[in-house]
């Protein structure tokens, strides 16, 4: 049986800017099987960061679930949330305010990735590649 890794449930993301409420995620569902590697891609503005920050609990959803290994991480104290990050997520950052290697191992892993990405979807797409087992098979 396939194994979910990270499976994200009805989630609504809204920011407050001023006076303005802007809606980053508005009910976004979509399941990651382990072993899959898995790309999200969207213009700018989509709401790629967003989902990721909320992913790694670096930020809560208004409204939805999001589990990873099995267990519920939106509801993570901040301590919890911390010890999550530790343990399970790993980040490469484009910010360029990083160290000069973490820069450039962004670039190195990523160049393939973004020549994959041409479609223009007006919220953030998650597109599939086989598990490396499947691949092989
Ligand atoms: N901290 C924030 N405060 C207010 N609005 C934000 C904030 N972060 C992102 N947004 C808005 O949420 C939407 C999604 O942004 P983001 O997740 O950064 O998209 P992407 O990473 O796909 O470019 C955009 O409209 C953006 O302006
Ligand atoms: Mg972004």
Known sequence: MKNSS??????????????RRVTALLNVSFEV???ELALLVGPSGSGKTTLLNLI????RP??????VGGSEIT???RSAAALYRNERVGFISQSPELSPTTRRSFW???????SMTTTRARSPSCYRAPAASEARA
């Open 75 to 77: 509801g993570l104290s």
């Open 33 to 35: 099987w382990q072993g």
């Open 6 to 19: 990270v499976a994200v449930r009805s989630v609504t993301k809204t920011y407050r800017r001023g006076q």
């Open 62 to 67: 208004d409204r939805g679930e999001i589990i």
């Open 56 to 59: 790694a609990a670096l930020d």
């Open 108 to 114: 190195l892993t990523s160049r393939p990735a973004i």
